[in-house]
């Protein structure tokens, strides 16, 4: 860790040059996250993920509702899982763009976690990290994660008239 939480930075390698053991993939991912409620706390929440190859290949994804929670506990619930999926996945060099300043200034360590309910959440998402031999978070504009979006609006609503999506908080 250094100094103001965030994890010790690795030196970044596009490609690994030593062959990897069995299931480990070299080279880099991409992993979107993005996590959405109704903008009612007690209403339901999505979270969606999707991870591909640096040439953007669809590797895995994930669409699902995760209940009554509020925006920032979907946001953080994405960022677990999509990390989880990539490990699954045998990657070892991820970079994740997600659409949630603050999600992201935490867990770069630029912003302190306030509140204690996003603490815990905090902490596994570190602890996730650590597996990994090189880790980027980035935030992007809500309209370069349309793909993670999308997969939480199918979640929340899997088949709505056309052109009757209701408006994420």
């Known amino acids: 860790m250094t100094g103001r939480g965030s994890p010790a930075r690795r030196p970044e390698t596009p490609e690994g040059d030593a062959a990897e053991p069995a299931g480990l993939k070299s080279g880099y991912y991409l992993l979107n996250t993005d996590g959405g409620n109704r903008g009612d706390p007690s209403g339901c929440a999505a979270i969606g ?4 190859t640096r040439r953007l290949v669809a590797v895995a994804q994930i669409s699902k509702a995760i209940g009554p929670t509020t925006h920032n506990v979907a946001e953080y619930r994405a ?3 999509g990390l989880k999926l990539a490990r699954d996945h045998g990657v070892q060099h991820i970079r994740v763009y997600m659409d949630s300043e603050l ?3 935490q867990v770069n360590g630029d912003a302190a ?3 204690n309910h996003l603490q815990k959440l905090h902490e ?7 597996a990994f031999k090189s880790f980027r978070i980035a935030w ?8 993670a979006d999308r997969l939480v609006r199918d ?3 899997p088949s709505p ?4 999506r209701t408006p994420l908080a």
Not at 49 to 52: G, I, K, P, Y
Not at 124 to 130: Q, R, S
């Open 140 to 147: 992007v504009p809500r309209e370069m994660n349309a793909e």
């Open 155 to 157: 979640a929340l609503d």
């Open 79 to 81: 960022l677990i899982e």
């Open 161 to 164: 008239p056309e052109g009757q």
């Open 103 to 105: 999600v992201v200034e």
């Open 113 to 115: 976690v306030k509140q």
């Open 49 to 52: 993920a999707l991870l591909r």
């Open 124 to 130: 596994d998402v570190h602890t996730l990290v650590a």
